[in-house]
């Protein structure tokens, strides 16, 4: 169902040209996808020229990992309903059959997680043109700790960790007609946002990051990687 809402929805997208664009990656594979209708935009190359796609294993993770916590209570609370109402066994547990607008957020959530996750490329690239001789020698001897090791900033990971932890608990709030928050239960499970993030969405993103770097001097000459390799950090210059 997910796969075939995916494939409708994205189709229509690429036809918009929005799978031109270098930050956006639909799940369906694009060969499945038609042509743009509109005329193609000039975009400016940032990126080195890469095949890097986590679609498949956010697809899986959000199937398999995120659906099952975010719907665990709600499972919980109609399996309860149901029991009440004479309904036992296996068939407390089927869902509710909301499928379309189920569909309609996983689209949404599933696309968000997606370009999230894929900005990884255009830090990556920037963190290898500020020192790329620091990154060739893994590169051409390919070390993925090493590479993982050279874009990881933990200060930054836990400032984005807090800033996220407040914005989920302000998002998870209802607010009173006075303006004023209601105080009552969160609408979301902050401490599940800040573990996706800690837990997933961070760690993929830096995987991302050490895919798109490990193809990042395919098909340059010796003499342009021996150039990388003789940069001074721009920080230095
Ligand atoms: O901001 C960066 O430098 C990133 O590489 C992104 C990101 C993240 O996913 O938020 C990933 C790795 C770094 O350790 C910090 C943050």
Redesign the pocket.
């Known amino acids: 169902m997910l796969e075939w809402f995916l494939k409708e929805t994205e189709g229509f997208h690429a036809k918009a040209r929005r799978y031109t664009s270098p930050d956006e990656y639909p799940f369906t594979p694009i060969e499945q996808l038609p042509q743009p209708l509109l005329k193609p935009i000039q975009y400016p190359q940032v990126l080195y020229p890469n095949k890097v796609n986590a679609n498949p294993s956010i697809l899986s993770f959000y199937a398999r990992s995120i659906v099952p916590r975010i719907t665990r209570q709600a499972t919980l609370a109609l399996a309860t309903l149901k029991r009440a109402n004479g309904i036992v066994g296996d068939e407390e547990y089927e869902d509710d059959g909301n499928y379309g607008s189920a569909g309609v957020i996983d689209m949404e959530v599933l696309q968000a997680i997606s370009k999230r996750v894929h900005y990884?490329k255009f830090?990556s690239e920037s963190k290898f043109l500020d020192d790329p001789a620091a990154f060739v020698p893994h590169i051409l001897k390919p070390n993925r700790d090493a590479l993982a090791a050279l874009?990881?900033?933990?200060e930054?990971?836990r400032r984005?960790l807090q800033r996220l932890r407040k914005k989920a608990l302000v998002y998870a709030q209802d607010f009173a007609p006075d303006g004023e928050p209601r105080g009552d239960e969160a609408k979301i499970d902050v401490d599940g946002v800040v573990e996706l993030y800690e837990n997933y969405?961070?760690p993929l993103?830096?995987e991302v990051?050490v895919d798109y770097l490990l193809v990042r001097l395919n098909g340059l000459s010796q003499q342009e990687i021996d150039d990388l390799a003789g940069k001074k950090p721009s920080a230095a210059v």
């Open positions: 990884g830090v874009i990881t900033k933990p930054v990971e984005l969405i961070i993103t830096k990051e």
